[in-house]
């Protein structure tokens, strides 16, 4: 059974960092890929970024490139999204998701595909 844990958020400025961790347990890829996704109140789950394991290469979507950074730990299992320069539009709770390629890919399209393993997120607010 995957078990996802993350943490990190907190309140921060407008233009503030923070750094998120995802902690992931109970799977068994040998490639895998794992995403970022943030709700907001009201509003549908996005895709943020997301990470292979095999070359660790990022995907960042348009509202955060340039602003957020995606790193991964293979021996940790743990993957972190650091962002800087965070935006007063950017409050969300903030999700983590391990799978393979394809399905976290198929996450970020509109109606992507659904997930059953989602932990319990993290908070991040931004305001003054």
């Known amino acids: 059974q995957v078990q996802l844990v993350e943490s990190g958020g907190g309140l921060v400025q407008p233009g503030g960092s923070l750094r998120l961790s995802c902690a992931a347990s109970?799977?068994?890829?040998?490639?895998?890929?794992v995403g970022w996704f943030r709700q907001a109140p009201g509003k549908e789950r996005e895709g943020v970024s997301f990470i292979k394991n095999t070359d660790h290469s990022p995907y960042y979507s348009d509202s955060v490139r340039g602003r957020f950074t995606v790193s991964l730990d293979d021996a940790k299992a743990t993957a972190y999204l650091h962002m800087n320069n965070l935006k007063p539009e950017e409050p969300a709770v903030y999700y983590c998701?391990?799978?393979?390629?394809?399905?976290?890919?198929?996450?970020?399209?509109?109606?992507?595909?659904?997930?059953?393993?989602w932990g319990q997120g993290t908070q991040v607010t931004v305001s003054s």
């Open positions: 998701a391990v799978d393979t390629p394809s399905i976290i890919m198929k996450m970020f399209l509109p109606g992507g595909s659904d997930y059953d393993h």
């Open positions: 109970g799977f068994t890829l040998p490639v895998y890929a």
